[in-house]
Structures are given as C-alpha cells and as structure tokens.
C-alpha cells in the first residue's frame, strides 16, 4: 500500500523560504502523479501544483505561479515543493497526495487516493 510522509514544515519570516519533501513508500509507480494541497484555518482546502510522473510536467495555481516550484526525485521516490517569496497567507497545513495518472503534460488528477498527514507552515514575522 502507498504512504507519503511530508516533511520541511515550519515557522519562517514573510519573504523566506522552505522546501517541503514528501517521501513515498509501499506500491510505487512510473506514472504516479504527485500533487499539493493546503488548507489554512477556516478556509477551504486549496490544490496548489502537481507534477506528472509521466514526463515531469507541472501545473500551479494562480495564487502560487512564480514563487513555487515542484520537482521528483524517481530514484528517490521523493517529491518536492520549494516555497519562495512566502507570504502570511501561505500558512497552513500542507499535504502531500498522489494518484495514478498516465497522462503526460501539465494536468492534474481530478481526485486523489493517496493522501500523506500533512505539514504544518507558518509565515509570521
């Protein structure tokens, strides 16, 4: 059975830093999609990016394009999110999913099976 496990949560200072990894295990694939999630108190949960496990294609959402980047490590069945130009807003818990998706290019599952226990980031001065 898959598990993902996320880690590099934390407390930085507007403007930081952080690289989130999330490390699967279990039953993996070549053409595992791995995506992001978060969720801030009293907000709904937002998808953030994913990355193909295809080609290495990656989509993001409007309120993160140019500050995050996700990427894979196959070798290492890890993936990884790095945070950029963090805002407050940012804060929240971070999840880590993925699902089976063949599909090359910049598109993401419509759902997700796999769900990792999340990672708390806070962007506070």
């Known amino acids: 059975q898959l598990q993902l496990v996320e880690s590099g949560g934390g407390l930085v200072q507007p403007g930081g830093s952080l690289r989130l990894s999330c490390a699967a295990s279990?039953?993996?694939?070549?053409?595992?999609?791995i995506g992001w999630f978060r969720q801030a108190p009293g907000k709904e949960r937002e998808e953030i990016t994913c990355i193909s496990g295809n080609d290495g294609s990656s989509k993001y959402a409007d309120s993160v394009k140019g500050r995050f980047t996700t990427s894979r490590d196959n070798t290492k069945n890890t993936a990884y999110l790095q945070m950029n130009s963090l805002k407050p807003n940012d804060t929240g818990v971070y999840y880590c999913?993925?699902?089976?998706?063949?599909?090359?290019?910049?598109?993401?599952?419509?759902?997700?099976?796999?769900w990792g226990q999340g990672t708390q980031v806070t962007v506070s001065s």
């Open positions: 999913v993925a699902e089976q998706f063949p599909v090359a290019g910049p598109n993401c599952p419509s759902r997700y099976g796999t």
């Open positions: 279990g039953v993996t694939s070549p053409y595992l999609a």
